[in-house]
């Protein structure tokens, strides 16, 4: 559930700035969306029910931050989280996605999010317990007690010979430590795991069902059949990380996952719907894809949107309260496009502005992933390091923004064609020809010599994202 100190709509501002630049208007609606299912679950009882989320739609071109502000925004709130594109869906009665998946993946999110924290909680018990399974590989527990051979009953005035339970514990003790201290890491040894059952069952009658219905046949049957265990010989190493999975997952009680998952899904959940714009009436226009049937698909995700239940293999979940941010560019066609009846529940509407140039130079110095620490990070790897002087990055800034001014715009990606072509050979280079005590530097010369053929010719088909 949401966090009674969850961060306020000014702390969420700071932290989004932290990797999107820019974009002001976008961030604070998203941070008030956010905030705002904090303040319902702190809200009367009575009125919990009725207070439901302000879904937004982001209008923006391709690069400008949409999909990052949605997927850092789950982050921060550790909701479940989930992407899909408007124009991948069909409408019911045709071959393809249909709606309700979207909320069959948040679900499947939400479950496996529950499930990590509750095998983090359990890990030290686990791990005990695969630690006694490695050791009854090593070492067989004894499966009666008795005397070593020629040894005799003590009576109670004599001393107790030593058994071979004794010596086979003293044994097992004497080989825990070696485990601990990890000097039998690649000792082999032969374990049990758990295998599914047949994973073809869901292919029954595959001319004659559809992709969810398939889907739905699959999970029914594969939960039927009991996991068969197998034999598999691993290194004491390899054993810890199977079988460490394994028993965490049986520790934990997945009816109550299931549970806490489907709330969780229910009152944090947000579901990112990018291209929406395909999917409008005037996306049709200046020859677009053939139709299947847009307006159906709209009619389709309305009750989803507006609130309804869907039934998954983890129980029945009510969408009312999931937060739906759609976003799309919006070149060919125009949000009044949508059927008014989608369009109105997407009250809060924001347009994302264009990327500058000086956009650019904040994009490459200041966010955390920024490419420029990434690319320190790739080389840092090889031990080689890298250092981009400020004229330099307002070189790369500039190619960027005149080709996407005069190719086309893909607002902030363009960044990756352009460093990517910069740096290339010297990654090709590292470490055959650069050794690890290399030391690079991107200067404003070296930015337009190994540039100059990209602005100049043009030719980015094999770089274009």
């Known amino acids: 559930m949401i966090p009674a100190s969850f961060l306020t709509p000014q702390q969420i501002v700071a932290e989004l700035d932290k990797y999107i630049i820019g974009q002001h208007e976008a961030k604070r609606n998203v941070a008030i969306a956010l905030r705002n299912r904090w303040r319902r679950m702190h809200a009367p009882p009575s009125m919990q029910g009725e207070i439901v989320p302000n879904n937004i739609l982001m209008i923006g071109a391709t690069g400008v931050g949409k999909t990052e502000i949605a997927r850092r925004l789950a982050r921060i709130a550790e909701a479940p989280f989930v992407k899909v594109e408007a124009s991948k869906f069909t409408e019911v009665g045709y071959v393809g996605r249909d709606v309700e998946s979207m909320v069959r993946d948040l679900v499947e999110q939400s479950v496996n999010m529950v499930k990590q924290r509750k095998k983090e909680e359990v890990k030290e018990k686990a791990a005990a317990a695969v630690e006694e399974i490695i050791l009854d590989a090593l070492i067989p527990p004894l499966k009666a007690s008795a005397t070593r051979p020629g040894a005799f009953a003590a009576s109670s005035d004599e001393a107790t010979p030593t058994t071979d339970e004794e010596l086979n514990e003293r044994t097992r003790n004497h080989f825990r430590e070696k485990i601990r201290n990890g000097?039998?890491?690649?000792?082999?040894?032969?374990?049990?795991?758990?295998?599914?059952?047949?994973?073809?069952?869901?292919?029954?009658g595959a001319g004659m069902m559809d992709e969810a219905s398939m889907i739905n046949l699959q999970e029914m049957l594969s939960g039927m059949m009991p996991k068969k265990p197998r034999k598999r010989k691993v290194t004491v190493s390899e054993a810890r990380k199977l079988l460490l999975e394994e028993e965490a997952a049986r520790l934990i009680d997945m009816d109550e996952v299931k549970e806490e998952a489907i709330r969780r899904a229910e009152d944090a959940g947000i579901i990112f719907i990018d291209e929406i714009d395909k999917i409008a009436s005037g996306s049709r226009k200046n020859g677009g894809g053939p139709d299947v049937s847009r307006e159906g698909v709209q009619r389709d995700l309305l009750p989803i949107v507006e609130g309804s239940t869907v039934n998954t293999k983890y129980g029945v979940i009510k969408t009312d309260h999931v937060l739906f941010i759609a976003a799309g560019a919006f070149h060919i066609s125009k949000p009044s496009d949508l059927i008014p009846e989608l369009q109105g529940r997407f009250p809060i509407r924001v347009e994302l502005d264009n990327l500058t140039r000086e956009d650019f130079v904040r994009i490459l110095r200041e966010p955390k992933n920024a490419l420029t620490k990434q690319y320190d990070a790739l080389?840092?790897?090889?031990?080689?390091?890298?250092?981009?002087?400020?004229?330099?990055?307002?070189?790369?800034?500039?190619?960027?923004?005149?080709?996407?001014?005069?190719?086309?715009?893909?607002?902030?990606?363009?960044?990756?064609?352009?460093?990517?072509?910069?740096?290339?050979?010297?990654?090709?280079?590292?470490?055959?020809?650069?050794?690890?005590a290399a030391h690079i530097v991107v200067t404003r010369a070296l930015v337009r010599e190994k540039l100059q053929t990209l602005v100049k010719s043009k030719d980015l088909s094999e770089y274009i994202l």
Request: proline share 2%; glycine share 8%; net charge negative.
């Open 183 to 204: 000097e039998l890491e690649d000792r082999k040894i032969e374990i049990q795991i758990k295998q599914g059952g047949n994973p073809n069952v869901g292919m029954i």
């Open 379 to 436: 080389f840092g790897a090889e031990g080689v390091t890298i250092e981009f002087a400020d004229d330099a990055l307002e070189e790369i800034a500039e190619t960027a923004f005149v080709i996407n001014a005069e190719i086309e715009n893909i607002g902030a990606r363009r960044l990756h064609t352009v460093m990517s072509k910069l740096l290339n050979q010297f990654l090709f280079d590292v470490p055959d020809r650069l050794s690890g």
